[in-house]
């Protein structure tokens, strides 16, 4: 053996990272399943067990193919890899640059030689220069460099379909009893089947754990949901958990698919002529344009960026985010329910329902950020970082969004099929019956109008608080609302 090639849990794929060149003759491969990540918190057992499960598949495919394979478990990764250099002294340790910061100068101080991560479209260098370059951090000049860079979706320099943003088609409510095509279902196999002894819990059939799995996972996407993705990309509705998003997220972060796998999937799905536009357009968007941009922006902001807490807020993380049963509002509920049962809902209840209650109730930012990292399949610090501290809970005081991301009940009502069963009425701001997201909206933008009041895209909601005449009620409904919140009877 001439290296050890260690593969952390995120660099699942044969063709890049340091095992797009191993060859089974020299290469000893590591993997290591360390209590930190296992025992360290509180996870969602969904997600411990499609990261531990994917993990040992892909350590079994190595094996097949001829590679020596050691899979240990250790206290830490480090830890782990001292205990195979006592089997193999000298050997030197590869990796691709680790997706976190704490784990890049984990395995740098143990004296781990990079190689460059390209389990992105985007090289971490070239983000940087884009970055140093802009005022503002805005993701859309980002994705139309990206749309060029990379070539997709254009015609010359020019956008296919004549625009780079197709907005106005979709963003469409959920259509009444809304079915849609199944989704798809993901056996257990042996090695499924002892991790979930392992770490007693009953999977779900909704996550693959093995590249196959992932593949058809794409394959269903492009064939049953990618033609209607874009319409109804923002709705939520209780008939649908999933609606057309495509559930890739888990693979693409933890490797089973790489995003290049994914856009060449989609392109050639949208030259049949199947995929409008729209839809074609707003998936493309997600992947060549957000998820690179958060990745990039998670490295350009630093370690320091996760700690901010540029609005003060002190609140303790509130009991409902880990208990439905500690709130009457049908929308959370609904949510919380759905993230317990499998670890995921789309982007708009992280965005518009959990982010936006944790940001209106005054939420802590790093306690928010730690209980959406241990709940979803998909989370990983370099992505959490971001959307949360970011665009969810607007800590940053505006380095990436202009504005926060704060709605009262209206948005949510017309964008789902929540607020009719609910015992809160949307439209209310004040009384029993005012909906909490309503009330904590406008007594948000009451708490921080001074600050707000200098950020020219917050005028027109500035100008609405100005107009309110029942302000001093909805500060005393708001006080309730916070405590009922705080004691789980609201
Ligand atoms: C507060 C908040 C927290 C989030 N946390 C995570 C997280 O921990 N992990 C994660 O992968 N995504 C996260 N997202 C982004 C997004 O919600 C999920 O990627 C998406 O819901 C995953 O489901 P899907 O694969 O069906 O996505 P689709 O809707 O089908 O989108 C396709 C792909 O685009 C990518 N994507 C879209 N938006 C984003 C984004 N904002 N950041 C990064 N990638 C994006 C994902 O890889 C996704 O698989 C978060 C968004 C918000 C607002
Ligand atoms: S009324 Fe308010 S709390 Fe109830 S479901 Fe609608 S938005 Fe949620």
């Given at each position: 053996?001439?290296?050890?090639?260690?593969?952390?849990?995120?660099?699942?794929?044969?063709?890049?990272?340091?095992?797009?060149?191993?060859?089974?003759k020299?290469?000893?491969?590591?993997?290591?399943?360390?209590?930190?990540?296992?025992?360290?918190?509180?996870?969602?057992?969904?997600?411990?067990?499609?990261?531990?499960?994917?993990?040992?598949?892909?350590?079994?495919?190595?094996?097949?193919?001829?590679?020596?394979?050691?899979?240990?478990k250790?206290?830490?990764?480090?830890?782990?890899?001292?205990?195979?250099?006592?089997?193999?002294?000298?050997?030197?340790?590869?990796?691709?640059?680790?997706?976190s910061?704490?784990?890049?100068?984990?395995?740098?101080?143990?004296?781990?030689?990079?190689?460059?991560?390209?389990?992105?479209?985007?090289?971490?260098?070239?983000?940087?220069?884009?970055?140093?370059?802009?005022?503002?951090?805005?993701?859309?000049?980002?994705?139309r460099k990206q749309?060029?860079?990379?070539?997709?979706?254009?015609?010359?320099?020019?956008?296919?379909?004549?625009?780079?943003?197709?907005?106005?088609?979709?963003?469409?409510?959920?259509?009444?009893?809304?079915?849609g095509?199944?989704?798809?279902?993901?056996?257990?196999?042996e090695?499924?089947?002892?991790?979930?002894?392992?770490?007693?819990?009953?999977?779900?059939?909704?996550?693959?754990?093995?590249?196959?799995g992932?593949?058809?996972?794409?394959?269903?996407?492009?064939?049953?949901?990618?033609?209607?993705?874009?319409?109804?990309?923002?709705a939520?509705?209780?008939?649908?958990?999933?609606?057309?998003?495509?559930?890739?997220?888990?693979?693409?972060?933890?490797g089973?698919?790489?995003?290049?796998?994914?856009?060449?999937?989609?392109?050639?799905?949208?030259?049949?002529?199947?995929?409008?536009?729209?839809?074609?357009?707003?998936?493309?968007?997600?992947?060549?344009?957000?998820?690179?941009y958060?990745?990039?922006?998670?490295?350009?902001?630093?370690?320091?960026?996760?700690?901010?807490?540029?609005?003060?807020?002190?609140?303790?993380?509130?009991?409902?985010?880990?208990?439905?049963?500690?709130?009457?509002?049908?929308?959370?509920?609904?949510?919380?329910?759905?993230?317990?049962d499998?670890?995921?809902?789309?982007?708009?209840?992280?965005?518009?329902?959990?982010?936006?209650?944790?940001?209106?109730?005054?939420?802590n930012?790093?306690?928010?950020?730690?209980?959406?990292?241990?709940?979803?399949?998909?989370?990983?610090?370099?992505?959490?970082?971001?959307?949360?501290?970011?665009?969810?809970?607007?800590?940053?005081?505006g380095?990436?969004?202009?504005?926060?991301?704060?709605?009262?009940?209206?948005?949510?009502?017309?964008?789902?099929?929540?607020?009719?069963?609910?015992?809160?009425?949307?439209?209310?701001?004040?009384g029993?019956?005012?909906?909490?997201f309503?009330?904590?909206?406008?007594?948000?933008?009451?708490?921080?109008k001074?600050?707000?009041?200098?950020?020219?895209?917050?005028?027109?909601?500035?100008?609405?608080?100005?107009?309110?005449?029942?302000?001093?009620?909805l500060?005393?409904?708001?006080?309730d609302?916070?405590?009922?919140?705080?004691?789980?009877?609201?």
């Open positions: 053996m001439k290296r050890i090639i260690y593969i952390p849990f995120d660099h699942l794929h044969r063709k890049y990272g340091a095992l797009k060149d191993a060859d089974p020299d290469d000893l491969i590591v993997l290591v399943e360390s209590a930190r990540m296992t025992t360290g918190r509180n996870w969602h057992k969904e997600r411990l067990f499609f990261l531990i499960s994917s993990a040992r598949h892909f350590a079994e495919f190595l094996e097949e193919e001829g590679f020596t394979v050691e899979y240990l250790a206290a830490t990764t480090v830890a782990g890899l001292e205990e195979v250099q006592k089997k193999y002294p000298k050997l030197p340790i590869i990796c691709a640059e680790p997706s910061f704490r784990q890049f100068e984990a395995l740098k101080a143990h004296g781990v030689t990079f190689i460059e991560n390209d389990f992105f479209l985007t090289p971490r260098p070239l983000f940087q220069s884009w970055a140093a370059d802009q005022k503002n951090y805005l993701m859309e000049n980002f994705y749309r060029t860079r990379l070539n997709v979706l254009m015609e010359g320099s020019e956008p296919v379909g004549g625009s780079w943003n197709f907005d106005k088609e979709n963003r469409l409510p959920p259509p009444k009893k809304y079915e095509p199944k989704y798809l279902d993901h056996k257990r196999d090695i499924d089947n002892q991790v979930a002894i392992e770490i007693s819990h009953k999977p779900t059939s909704t996550w693959a754990t093995t590249r196959r992932a593949l058809a996972q794409l394959k269903n996407f492009i064939k049953n949901h990618f033609a209607e993705f874009g319409p109804l990309e923002d939520m509705t209780t008939d649908n958990w999933a609606l057309h998003h495509s559930l890739l997220s888990p693979y693409l972060n933890n089973l698919l790489h995003p290049s796998e994914v856009i060449k999937a989609g392109v050639q799905a949208f030259n049949t002529g199947a995929i409008p536009i729209e839809s074609a357009e707003g998936f493309i968007r997600q992947v060549i344009g957000w998820r690179e958060v990745n990039g922006m998670y490295w350009f902001l630093g370690p320091d960026y996760r700690d901010n807490n540029q609005l003060n807020a002190t609140r303790k993380l509130l009991p409902l985010f880990s208990d439905p049963d500690k709130t009457q509002m049908n929308c959370i509920k609904q949510t919380v329910t759905d993230i317990n499998r670890a995921w809902v789309h982007h708009i209840p992280r965005l518009m329902l959990l982010s936006n209650l944790a940001l209106i109730t005054g939420t930012p790093q306690e928010f950020l730690e209980w959406m990292r241990e709940v979803f399949i998909d989370a990983s610090e370099w992505v959490m970082v971001p959307n949360v501290i970011g665009m969810g809970v607007h800590a940053d005081g380095t990436m969004m202009t504005k926060p991301y704060a709605a009262g009940g209206a948005y949510i009502s017309r964008m789902s099929n929540y607020c009719k069963p609910c015992v809160y009425d949307p439209k209310l701001r004040v029993e019956k005012a909906c909490p309503t009330t904590l909206y406008w007594d948000f933008l009451d708490r921080h001074a600050a707000f009041v200098k950020n020219h895209r917050m005028s027109q909601q500035i100008f609405g608080l100005n107009r309110l005449s029942d302000l001093p009620q500060k005393v409904r708001a006080t609302v916070l405590e009922g919140l705080e004691a789980g009877t609201i």
